[in-house]
């Protein structure tokens, strides 16, 4: 049974910083492409960043320079550092797997095939 928990969500102060997590199991992680979305009250959800099965990251250009997704394959987590936070980052964040071996942009319409239950980040000014 597939499984990703995520953690590490909770409230910050703009321009702090905050870093998820995201355990998976119930798969073979490592060969699975990994992103990470959010959802804001009232809006719909949006790709954040992704990580394909050689590392290779991409960005919303919304988060580019500010947040750095990895993936340590030994633990079967997923990581997203979130720096420089602004109000707008606020949302619920969660982890999502699909066996592609090369993420979709974090742009792209497509529906990974495995998700987490979100873990919330709130910003506040």
């Known amino acids: 049974q597939v499984q990703l928990v995520e953690s590490g969500g909770g409230s910050v102060q703009a321009g702090g910083s905050l870093r998820l997590s995201c355990a998976a199991s119930?798969?073979?992680?490592?060969?699975?492409?990994m992103g990470w979305f959010r959802r804001a009250p009232g809006k719909e959800r949006e790709g954040v960043a992704a990580?394909?099965?050689?590392?290779?990251?991409v960005y919303a250009d919304s988060v580019k320079g500010r947040f750095t997704i990895s993936r340590d394959n030994a633990k079967n987590t997923l990581y997203l550092q979130m720096n420089s936070l602004k109000l707008e980052d606020s949302a619920m964040y969660y982890c999502?797997?699909?066996?592609?071996?090369?993420?979709?942009?974090?742009?792209?319409?497509?529906?990974?095939?495995?998700w987490g239950q979100g873990t919330q980040v709130t910003v506040s000014s």
């Open positions: 999502a797997a699909d066996p592609l071996r090369i993420c979709p942009h974090p742009s792209a319409t497509y529906d990974y095939k495995y």
């Open positions: 119930g798969y073979t992680y490592s060969s699975y492409c």
């Open positions: 990580i394909d099965t050689d590392g290779d990251t």
